[in-house]
């Protein structure tokens, strides 16, 4: 009986990788300064000179620290209409985030929880927590494309030209997994 059950995990694992082997997903280098839209393995396209925090990427303690958060996101919404031309919101803080947050004495545990239901309900978490929020990929709407190719200029998202968002679009939608390395 038990060998059938390890079958039967075995056969799920493989179907599941086999599956996910097709997914689009994102790979924000923080060092490279690229957006790499990936297929599995595979990199399907590049976005170069991309900006990120003003303070570089970690681990995002506060709101104002424009430090970008590393980790793995979800896109959790989109709005065509941004200041930034177009925004594609992550569902920051992720489980990882509040968990770390928690331990360090930055969030309290109610907002932690809220957190997690959150996650678990396929759900956008507060966006207004001591963590911060409001973290994406987003184009430059009206800002300086020549203070953009020269410096990190966001709060904490990751910003690359309205014409790369525009190229980036297609590839994205509600779920779209991005790991930010």
């Known amino acids: 009986m038990i060998k059938l059950f390890q079958v039967f995990g075995l056969l ?18 923080t060092r490279k300064l690229e957006l790499n839209v990936m297929q599995g393995q595979k990199k399907l396209k590049t976005f170069s000179n991309i900006s990120i925090g003003r303070n570089g990427a970690g681990f995002k303690r506060k709101v104002g620290d424009d430090i970008t958060p590393l980790g793995k996101y979800q896109i959790g919404w989109v709005n065509n209409d941004s200041q930034y031309y177009r925004f594609f919101g992550f569902n920051y803080p992720s489980i990882a985030d509040a968990e770390k947050g928690l331990k360090q004495g930055l969030i309290r545990q109610p907002v932690y929880l809220k957190i997690l239901q959150n996650h678990k309900n396929k759900q956008t978490p507060p966006q207004n927590t001591s963590l911060g929020g409001r973290i994406g990929i987003h184009g430059l709407g009206q800002a300086d494309i020549d203070i953009h190719r020269i410096l990190n200029w966001t709060h904490g998202c990751i910003a ?17 997994w991005v790991t930010v390395k």
């Open 160 to 176: 690359l030209t309205n014409r790369q968002i525009d190229a980036l679009t297609p590839w994205i939608k509600e779920g779209t």
């Open 12 to 29: 799920l694992l493989v179907f599941q990788n086999r599956c996910f082997a097709d997914q689009i997903w994102l790979l924000v280098d």
